[in-house]
């Protein structure tokens, strides 16, 4: 089948004719935009011949760039005469009199600091690596209070990347201008998109159109051996394209930049000296296309599920364009540093053009742990496989027709909870509305700024120092180390140099954190406590105001507020609910219990992610210790382990969310447009939310701290108590009719 399906392209004349207009279009413009460097490539061409020759170096090059910069700018003339003689200065004045363009300045220098680069790529290589391993050693000597988890985990995997790396052959200089532009240009990419559209349209809604995808569903070789033939021919002709046009352009930049040796090392190429792989120039292209035709597959599969179930192929093109477009914005215009790196990461562009993902040892920060950029790339990969293998179903007439005759011809008998199971999950897509807000919850997590400051860091250090319990011992290192402050302080009254002053301020910076400690411990000593002294900084995840707190509300008050009244309203406007009735079981319960189960599977998401990050970020946590023991919670009533009141406080939320749902449904009783009870919720419940997020306006924070334990006022305690009236009431409240 996979080969008729590729015959349908070629046996048509205008298709063959469309595809190979598009090839040579795509291919002509391709190399047009690579020849359009600002650069004089007779020149370059002519300096690596003299390169390989031997009778030009990088001193000369050198040169070359100081005189082009002194046709620019003349006034360093003060600085080139000592370091090239006067006559030479007198030279260079003749030429640049005897008239040299702008532009041919300006040509010859981006040519000769590329010619540059590419030398010193070769000569600097050992250089390199010795920067790497001194960064790393430079961060070892650092002290205690100064060094950030994140960055100890970079510098020891970067220099663990490097530390065993063993060139096999000599590094040479090589050409590497015309293949760098062909691995940064998005032009081969786009134009393969354009391509892959092309064969959607004429695969899927053309067949469509004239029936004939109804018709072959319906064949014995029909419905999942159809959808995958279809998606292997249509991935196949991709890569072809693909692959025809990448071997064209490096054919074409091999003779127009100059030859390029396959058999160096890759480190050779001045855009790959931070590969950290002992491989040569055609390993790598092979690696790189390998990479990218892995990515074509899963970018065909998961354009092909979009428009395979979607009848509009306006908005299934739209669609697809539309993510294109986002997606390379986020790759283009997204810092790999930023806090948002994952946008830049986790992008189908960074796998398109991995030449990042080969050529350099890059981490992702997730939950403060590092992963390197290949872990997200097999993510990426599982994630569109997963996608298309779940919606291997071609034609949805044909689908939904089998549905209903093995329905019919059933035998088995499922309960009313199963029904309302699979409209709650899969009709109104609960669980790809559970998934999506539990991806950007889990970014949001991630992307959040570490709730420990410089002072906490200090604190800490003192903690482990000196004690975290009332002791002599520690008595006497509280003792030495106000000694120690002391005399820091008189050498700063007594020393004039700056950079001594500079020094012992440094030192003295730490005295305000060292009091704070020590008022602590005087105050476990004088109430004769055995509490210990706690990091705070570890625990402050119990009641702190965080934008993924917030957003944790927000998104579970959304999620109540958007599928209540998709159990309930729908089913009154479909008249279903009159059949229902009518059943013995209680259809109201039934529906409460769907929603129940929802909302938990929500919540458990969330506060898993919430475990993941704080194990993460504090591995060692007491959660033995009682509560009375963080500053926060000296004086609660209740003398209970950390542990048990995290518990507490996730039960606490459980049961609110409940009374919540259990409300709302009784709302959506009262009410018959299933619009009408989203719009009352999310305005009298998320709405507060969102504005106190944005604007963290205290008047908005009712709601939030509603849902939030460790805020409770009077004002909050009396909400509920309300909610909690109103709950019981609908509960015991006779039903009529």
């Not at 939030?708 to 006779?734: C, E, Q, R």
């Amino acid at each position: 089948m996979v080969r008729n399906e590729i015959k349908k392209f070629f046996a048509n004349t205008k298709k063959t004719l469309t595809i190979l207009l598009l090839f040579l279009l795509s291919t002509t413009f391709l190399c047009i935009s690579m020849m359009q460097t600002e650069m004089d490539l007779s020149t370059y061409r002519l300096t690596h011949e003299q390169i390989k020759e031997g009778t030009i170096d990088l001193n000369m090059i050198q040169e070359e760039i100081d005189k082009y910069e002194y046709y620019l700018n003349p006034n360093h003339i003060e600085e080139l005469s000592n370091k090239y003689g006067i006559d030479w200065i007198l030279e260079q004045n003749e030429k640049l009199e005897s008239g040299i363009s702008y532009d041919t300045i300006q040509y010859q220098l981006s040519t000769l600091k590329q010619l540059q680069k590419e030398v010193s790529t070769v000569l600097t290589y050992d250089d390199f690596k010795k920067q790497i391993e001194d960064q790393y050693k430079d961060y070892e000597q650092l002290p205690s209070f100064l060094k950030s988890e994140t960055a100890g985990q970079r510098a020891r995997k970067t220099y663990e990347a490097y530390e065993n790396l063993t060139i096999a052959k000599s590094l040479t200089v090589q050409p590497s201008l015309g293949l760098e532009s062909l691995l940064k240009s998005p032009i081969i990419i786009l134009s393969t998109f354009l391509f892959l559209l092309y064969l959607l349209m004429n695969c899927i809604f053309v067949e469509r159109e004239e029936h004939q995808l109804i018709y072959a569903a319906s064949t014995i070789n029909g419905k999942r051996k159809l959808y995958f033939s279809k998606y292997t021919a249509l991935s196949f002709l991709t890569i072809l394209f693909y692959v025809l046009q990448f071997v064209f352009a490096f054919l074409f930049s091999d003779i127009y930049f100059g030859h390029i040796d396959l058999s160096v090392p890759v480190q050779s190429l001045s855009f790959a000296q931070g590969c950290p792989y002992s491989i040569n120039v055609f390993t790598f292209l092979v690696l790189y296309l390998v990479a990218v035709i892995i990515s074509l597959c899963a970018c065909s599969a998961l354009a092909f599920v979009l428009c395979a179930h979607l009848k509009l192929m306006p908005l299934a093109i739209a669609l697809i364009v539309i993510f294109i477009s986002i997606e390379f914005m986020s790759f283009e215009f997204v810092s790999p540093l930023s806090k948002y790196s994952l946008l830049h990461y986790l992008n189908i562009w960074s796998y398109l053009m991995p030449l990042q993902l080969l050529a350099n040892v890059e981490f992702i920060s997730l939950f403060d742990l590092l992963i390197q950029n290949k872990v997200l790339f097999i993510f990426y990969l599982a994630t569109s496989m997963i996608i298309f293998v779940s919606f291997s179903g071609f034609s949805y007439e044909a689908k939904m027709i089998e549905k209903r005759m093995n329905f019919i011809s059933s035998r088995q008998v499922h309960s009313l909870v199963y029904f309302e199971m699979i409209k709650y999950w899969i009709k109104e897509k609960g669980i790809l509305l559970v998934v999506v807000l539990g991806v950007i919850y889990g970014f949001c997590l991630n992307n959040q700024n570490n709730m420990s400051t410089w002072e906490d860091k200090v604190f800490n250090q003192f903690v482990d120092e000196i004690g975290a319990t009332v002791n002599k011992k520690a008595d006497k290192k509280i003792l030495l180390q106000q000694q120690q402050y002391d005399e820091w302080n008189q050498e700063l009254s007594i020393v004039q140099d700056i950079t001594e002053q500079t020094y012992y301020s440094t030192l003295l910076s730490t005295q305000s954190v060292f009091e704070k400690y020590k008022a602590v411990y005087e105050s476990r000593k004088q109430d004769n406590s055995s509490l210990p002294i706690l990091k705070e900084d570890q625990y402050r995840f119990l009641y702190y105001d965080t934008n993924a707190s917030i957003l944790q509300v927000l998104f579970i008050l959304f999620f109540v507020g958007y599928m209540t009244p998709s159990l309930h309203n729908k089913d009154k406007e479909s008249k279903m609910i009159d059949l229902q009735k009518t059943t013995l079981n209680n259809q109201r319960k039934i529906k409460y219990f769907v929603n129940v189960v929802g909302v938990l599977l929500l919540i458990g998401l969330f506060t898993l992610l919430d475990l993941v990050y704080i194990n993460v970020n504090y591995p060692n946590l007491e959660w033995a210790q009682s509560i009375n023991a963080l500053e926060m919670y000296a004086d609660f009533p209740v003398s209970i382990s950390i542990g048990a009141y995290f518990v507490i406080s996730f039960l606490t939320k459980i049961f609110l969310y409940m009374f919540t749902v259990l409300n709302l449904t009784r709302i959506c009783e009262w009410i018959n447009k299933r619009t009408e009870s989203i719009l009352i919720f999310e305005i009298i419940f998320t709405l507060p939310v969102l504005f106190f997020y944005s604007t963290r306006f205290s008047a908005f924070t009712l709601i939030y701290e509603l849902y939030h334990p460790a805020y409770w006022t009077i004002a909050h305690i009396l909400f509920l108590l309300i909610m909690i009236s109103t709950s019981v009431y609908f509960v015991f409240k006779k039903r009529r009719g």
